[in-house]
């Protein structure tokens, strides 16, 4: 399997644009999430899917934020307008319910630069 | 809520020696799994090692291993024979059965040749 796959791996936008992350969880899992880590705040959960469907996006910092699950080999995380607080890097994980330790495994990493 | 503490933000080590980080935690359930990750600087997450909490018995994955004590709350990372490629950010972690997973703040691990 080829892992947890997220694109781009760098993006550089200016303040007010949209970006669009993808993520495509492994297959057959049934669980994706979405982290921010930022050197101040750490890795913060942004929204959990179970099946495609948001279970929990409490972490979703404003509404400038979305993410959604079309499908379950596609993820997008949105963020129209952007701004220079948004810039970190943003990972993608999935999981497997039963599978062994309810691992998560992540992507590489998105790089986001907001100018 | 749950929360992860690592009261350690950087730890140095000699190669060939062994090291320990610290990780304590805050939780009101008795079935969760804790885990440790390692970030090198190429960004990605890789599990280093694993503990469900139902299970005594400390893991060990080759030169890594684990001292789980619930009672306590704790969960340290001990890396014996430290390598240079051992340097990385260390992350441990905490998820209930089908939840969400915690991380803590991060140990920042440096491995002097």
């Known amino acids: 399997d080829a892992g947890v796959i997220q694109s781009p791996r760098h993006e550089v936008t200016e303040m007010g644009q949209e970006v669009t992350l993808r993520c495509k969880p492994i297959?057959?899992?049934?669980?994706l999430f979405w982290y921010r880590q930022t050197m101040m705040r750490g890795l913060e959960l942004l929204i959990y899917?179970?099946?495609?469907?948001?279970?929990?996006d409490s972490g979703m910092p404003e509404d400038r934020f979305s993410a959604k699950m079309p499908n379950a080999s596609f993820s997008n995380l949105k963020i129209q307008p952007s701004e220079p607080r948004d810039s970190a890097v943003y990972f993608c994980?999935?999981?497997?319910?039963?599978?062994?330790?309810?691992?998560?495994?992540f992507g590489p990493g998105t790089r986001l630069t907001v100018l | 809520a749950q929360t992860v503490t690592q009261s350690q933000p950087e730890m140095s080590v000699q190669e060939a020696e062994t090291v320990t980080l610290s990780c304590t935690y805050d939780?009101?359930?008795?079935?969760?799994?804790l885990f440790w990750y390692k970030q090198p600087p190429s960004r990605q997450m890789i599990l280093v090692i694993r503990?469900?909490?139902?299970?005594?018995q400390n893991a060990t994955e080759n030169r890594f291993s684990v001292n789980f004590q619930k009672a306590a709350k704790s969960f340290s990372l001990k890396i014996s024979d430290s390598q240079l490629g051992d340097a990385a950010m260390y992350f441990c972690?905490?998820?209930?059965?089908?939840?969400?997973?915690?991380f803590g703040a991060g140990t920042r691990l440096t491995v002097k040749p």
């Open positions: 994980a999935s999981s497997l319910v039963g599978g062994s330790f309810n691992e998560q495994f």
């Open positions: 297959s057959g899992h049934d669980y």
């Open positions: 899917f179970n099946n495609n469907v948001p279970i929990d």
């Open positions: 939780t009101s359930e008795s079935d969760y799994y």
């Open positions: 503990q469900e909490a139902y299970k005594q």
């Open positions: 972690a905490y998820r209930r059965r089908w939840n969400d997973m915690r």
